[in-house]
C-alpha cells in the first residue's frame, strides 16, 4: 500500500483523461482531470500558505461548492494540514457546533465567504460568543480568495501515522467528537473497499451525498481517486431538488457505482411518476450502496422492482454497513445477490439473548443483511460483560483494524470509553450474526432495560 494520499495523488496527476465530473446543473458538467485537480490543488495550498496555515494547523471548512471543496481538502491533504470538514452554517445548530468545535481545535484557522462569517458573526453576538468570533476573524481565509490561485505551495511528506484528516460527530450540544483518520486508516480502508467491490479503473462512481459526510468524501471521492476511475459528483441540495436528475447521469455517463441510504431511495420513489417520459438506461449499474441510516428490506425491493423496466438488475442493490470510527466501511453484503433479510420476534431483542426467527407478521421486526467484514477490519459481538456472542446472539458490535480510528481529537475520556485496551472500538450499535453475516438491530443507547 501507499505511505500516504499525497503519493497516491502524485501517481493519479499522470492521468489526463481520468477525474472528477461537478455536477452543477442538468446542463452545465465541469471535468477535472486528476492531473488539474493537483495542479490547481498546488496552487490553492499556495494561497493558505501565504495566508500563515503549516503543517499540523487545522483549516475548518465552510464551503458549500464541491468544486471549491475537493480543492481546498487536496491542498490542506497536500501541505500537511488538517481538513475539518463541517456542513456549511445554514441555521443555528450548525452554527453553534462550528463554536464547540473551534475549542477542540489547536491552533485553527476557517476558510469561509464574507457572507456567512456575517451570518457567523451575528450568532456570536446573540451567544456571547464574541470571543471566539474575533479568533476565527483573525484567522480566516475568504473562499473567494482562492478563484484564480496562482503560485505553487510546498508540499508536505507525512508518514502513515499522521492525521489525513478529522471528521467530527453529528450534533451541536456538548462537546462535539472529532474521529482521527490518519493517513494508515483511510488507505487501509480504501484498499479493502476495492477489493471487495472488485473495482477497476473501467468502473466509474456517482455520489449526491455531501462532502462533508464520510461516505461522500471517503466512500465517493476518494475511492474512486485511489482506483484510477472516473466519478462524479452532484451537491445534495442539486438531488432534493431533482432527484430524477441522479439517474440522468447515472444514465448519461454509464455509471457503474452508485449510493444511496434509505432515506434516498424512499425519496426518488416518492417523486417517481410512472406515466412520465424517463429515457433512464441503468443496465450499467452493478453495484448501489445503500448504508449510513437503517436499511428498510421493502423499500430497497420496491426501488429495485420499480428500475428494473430501466434496466437495473435486481442484485445491484448492496446493503453495507460502516461508522465514520472505522474510516467508512466495516462490512458488505456479497455481490450479485438480492437484498436478504431476517424476520425475528421483536420482544427478544435484548443484549445477550438470541434471536428467534419466524414467518413475518405484526409480532416480528426485519433486519436486512449487512454481509461479511471486508479486508484488513474484524468484527465481533459482545455481551454487557464483553463475552463473545455466540451466532444468533444480539450484543455489541466492537470493530478493530488499521482502518479504524486510534480515538477522538483532544477528547481522551471519550476515547477511552469506546476503545479497550486491547484495542476494540464498540461502534454504540447492536446486532447478531447469522450464517457468518451481520445485522444491525439498533443503537445501545436506545435499549432501556
Given at each position: 500500500m501507499r505511505e500516504s494520499l499525497v503519493e497516491i495523488l502524485e501517481e493519479r496527476s499522470e492521468l489526463t483523461t481520468k477525474g472528477i465530473t461537478f455536477i452543477e446543473s442538468g446542463e452545465k458538467d465541469v471535468f477535472v482531470s486528476y492531473q488539474q485537480l493537483y495542479c490547481r490543488s498546488l496552487h490553492v495550498?499556495?494561497?493558505?500558505?501565504?495566508?500563515?496555515?503549516?503543517?499540523?494547523?487545522?483549516?475548518?471548512?465552510?464551503?458549500?461548492?464541491?468544486?471549491?471543496?475537493?480543492?481546498?481538502?487536496w491542498a490542506c491533504?497536500?501541505?500537511?494540514?488538517?481538513?475539518?470538514?463541517?456542513?456549511?452554517?445554514?441555521?443555528?445548530?450548525?452554527?453553534?457546533?462550528?463554536?464547540?468545535?473551534?475549542?477542540?481545535?489547536?491552533?485553527?484557522?476557517?476558510?469561509?465567504?464574507?457572507?456567512?462569517?456575517?451570518?457567523?458573526?451575528?450568532?456570536?453576538?446573540?451567544?456571547?460568543?464574541?470571543?471566539?468570533?474575533?479568533?476565527?476573524?483573525?484567522?480566516?481565509?475568504?473562499?473567494?480568495?482562492?478563484?484564480?490561485?496562482?503560485?505553487?505551495?510546498?508540499v508536505y511528506r507525512p508518514e502513515r501515522e499522521e492525521i489525513a484528516?478529522?471528521?467530527?460527530?453529528?450534533?451541536?450540544?456538548?462537546?462535539?467528537?472529532?474521529?482521527?483518520?490518519?493517513?494508515?486508516?483511510?488507505i487501509t480502508n480504501m484498499e479493502a473497499i476495492a477489493l471487495a467491490s472488485n473495482y477497476t479503473q473501467h468502473d466509474s462512481m456517482l455520489s449526491w451525498m455531501p462532502v462533508t459526510h464520510d461516505m461522500g468524501l471517503i466512500g465517493f471521492h476518494l475511492c474512486p481517486l485511489y482506483s484510477g476511475m472516473n466519478h462524479y459528483?452532484?451537491?445534495?441540495?442539486?438531488?432534493?431538488?431533482?432527484?430524477?436528475?441522479?439517474?440522468?447521469?447515472?444514465?448519461?455517463?454509464?455509471?457503474?457505482?452508485?449510493?444511496?441510504?434509505?432515506?434516498?431511495?424512499?425519496?426518488?420513489?416518492?417523486?417517481?411518476?410512472?406515466?412520465?417520459?424517463?429515457?433512464?438506461?441503468?443496465?450499467?449499474?452493478?453495484?448501489?450502496?445503500?448504508?449510513?441510516?437503517?436499511?428498510?428490506?421493502?423499500?430497497?425491493?420496491?426501488?429495485?422492482q420499480t428500475l428494473e423496466s430501466y434496466g437495473l438488475m435486481r442484485t445491484a442493490m448492496r446493503p453495507v454497513y460502516g461508522l465514520a470510527e472505522a474510516s467508512v466501511a466495516v462490512s458488505f453484503s456479497e455481490s450479485y445477490t438480492e437484498v436478504a433479510s431476517l424476520s425475528i420476534e421483536r420482544k427478544?431483542?435484548?443484549?445477550?439473548?438470541?434471536?428467534?426467527?419466524?414467518?413475518q407478521d405484526e409480532n416480528t421486526v426485519s433486519f436486512v443483511n449487512v454481509g461479511k467484514t471486508i479486508p484488513y477490519c474484524r468484527l465481533k459481538i459482545t455481551d454487557n460483560n464483553n463475552d463473545i456472542c455466540s451466532e444468533d446472539v444480539i450484543g455489541h458490535i466492537r470493530i478493530q483494524g488499521d482502518n479504524v480510528t486510534s480515538g477522538y481529537y483532544n477528547n481522551p475520556e471519550a476515547t477511552k470509553k469506546v476503545i479497550s485496551g486491547d484495542g476494540w472500538l464498540d461502534t454504540g450499535d447492536l446486532g447478531f450474526i447469522h450464517d457468518r453475516c451481520l445485522y444491525i438491530t439498533g443503537r445501545s443507547k436506545d435499549i432501556f432495560l
Open positions: 495550498l499556495s494561497v493558505l500558505q501565504s495566508q500563515g496555515l503549516k503543517s499540523k494547523d487545522e483549516l475548518v471548512f465552510q464551503i458549500g461548492d464541491n468544486e471549491v471543496f475537493v480543492f481546498v481538502f491533504i497536500l501541505g500537511g494540514i488538517i481538513p475539518v470538514p463541517l456542513t456549511i452554517g445554514r441555521n443555528e445548530d450548525h452554527r453553534q457546533k462550528l463554536f464547540n468545535i473551534w475549542k477542540v481545535l489547536n491552533n485553527p484557522y476557517i476558510i469561509i465567504s464574507v457572507e456567512d462569517l456575517h451570518k457567523i458573526k451575528k450568532h456570536a453576538e446573540v451567544n456571547q460568543l464574541n470571543r471566539l468570533f474575533d479568533s476565527m476573524y483573525e484567522r480566516r481565509v475568504d473562499v473567494e480568495n482562492i478563484q484564480g490561485a496562482g503560485g505553487t505551495g510546498t484528516y478529522i471528521q467530527f460527530s453529528s450534533g451541536s450540544t456538548g462537546l462535539p467528537k472529532g474521529i482521527v483518520l490518519t493517513h494508515k486508516n483511510l459528483l452532484m451537491p445534495t441540495n442539486l438531488f432534493i431538488r431533482r432527484p430524477a436528475l441522479w439517474l440522468d447521469k447515472a444514465s448519461q455517463y454509464k455509471t457503474t457505482v452508485l449510493c444511496s441510504p434509505n432515506f434516498g431511495c424512499k425519496y426518488l420513489l416518492k417523486q417517481y411518476r410512472p406515466g412520465n417520459d424517463y429515457s433512464w438506461d441503468l443496465s450499467d449499474v452493478r453495484i448501489i450502496y445503500n448504508g449510513a441510516e437503517p436499511i428498510f428490506p421493502e423499500i430497497c425491493s420496491e426501488f429495485s427478544k431483542l435484548r443484549i445477550g439473548e438470541p434471536v428467534i426467527l419466524r414467518a
